[in-house]
């Protein structure tokens, strides 16, 4: 079995099981240590994962870092872990960063069976960063992510490839989230930037500040949205949105030359359909992975579905008409409600019913 096919199956394990986890040991036994044997590494072998590795620290004696991964009977990953679903951030790296520091690994991770954090030293030699260079998703993974995370298999694991790419990998994510959240809300600094040219000797007066912030704004929209749709167009990759609806598509297909299904016009998604989409996703991650929520056009609405499903409708985006957007929701009776809305921001406004459409797709343990 591929690597990447070994990941899909502990995740979908993962998302079945995780409402019984409830413990940090519960969460080392079911989601970490199957991702390090993943890796190539035999949890069984103290020489090669050594579980409670002492760590003194000073003063401090009987440190123990939850897994360290051994090369040649030294330390070169460590592990601390958090029972699954807690919160990571850098206060809850302090004992990762003391046992960086006294030992001779150069990675330390620190996860709660969901998200793995990746940290090295770029700042200062010997010295844990702060931020993580690399993060590791296991129910929601990309294909590059899967890449950077096979750097760390026991059969590619090497030290220099892995520094040479960690530094670039943290920057580049950097730029990405800061990209993302212009693309949704840019920042006065970067609308002046952007628009400066086009401003000329004008003073950038609060009226052409926000006439800019909503062009900015549109023109990352359609850029995005002409980006994937000459992607789909190329060919259709696994994990990309669904753009067609399939019926349409396999009827079209079928129709003889000539006829009215082979005239019938090309669905083409709009950037505010893609939107709509990113914020109905945005709304539900906290409640299932946003690879779940699947988005299927057509030409009278945008559906968005969870997994993929006609029985299970999230919403309808009916912004056919763009001087007059309407959002359709969903009771428990699975009856539709359009309600008008101005802009996709919007959408953030139903959030509850949104929440509660979901919650009535799912298992009462998952939910």
Sequence with gaps: MDFIDQLRVLATRIANTRSMIQTEEATKNAMVMPLIQILGYNVFDPTEVNPELVADVGTKKGEKVDY??????????????????????????????????????????????????????????????????????????????????????????????????????????????????????????????????????????????????????????????????????????????????????????????????????????????????????????GIVPTKRVVMRDAQTYCAILLDDNNRKPICRLRFNNREKLRLGLFNDKKEEEVVAIETPDDIYNFTAQLHATIASYLPQAEA
Excluded at 132 to 156: G, H, T
Excluded at 246 to 262: D, I, L, M, Y
Aim: aromatic residues 10%; contains cysteine; charged residues 25%.
């Design 68 to 285: 360290a991964i051994l090369k040649d009977g030294k330390p070169i990953i460590l592990f601390e872990c958090k029972k699954a679903g807690a919160e990571l951030n850098i206060n809850h790296a302090g004992q990762l960063f003391r046992y960086f520091h006294v030992t001779a690994a150069r990675f330390g991770v620190l996860t709660n069976g969901l998200l793995y954090r990746f940290f090295t030293d770029l700042e200062q030699p010997n010295k844990m960063d702060e931020k993580p260079f690399f993060e590791f998703n296991i129910l929601d993974f990309k294909e590059r992510d899967v890449e950077e995370l096979k750097k760390f298999a026991k059969s590619a694991f090497d030290l220099e490839t892995i520094l040479t790419t960690a530094n670039e990998l943290k920057y580049t994510r950097a730029i990405q989230t800061k990209l993302a959240e212009w693309m949704v809300s840019p920042s006065e600094d970067f609308v002046r930037l952007v628009s400066s040219e086009l401003v000329g000797s004008r003073r950038f007066t609060p009226a052409i500040r926000d006439q800019f912030t909503l062009i900015t704004r549109r023109a990352f929209e359609q850029l995005i949205g002409e980006r994937i749709n000459e992607r789909l167009k190329g060919a259709m990759a696994p994990e990309s949105v669904s753009v067609s609806e399939p019926v349409v598509v396999a009827a079209a297909a079928a129709a003889p030359e000539g006829s009215p299904a082979q005239a019938e016009p090309q669905v083409v998604t709009s950037a505010e359909e893609l939107e709509g989409f990113h914020i109905v996703r945005a709304i539900l991650r």
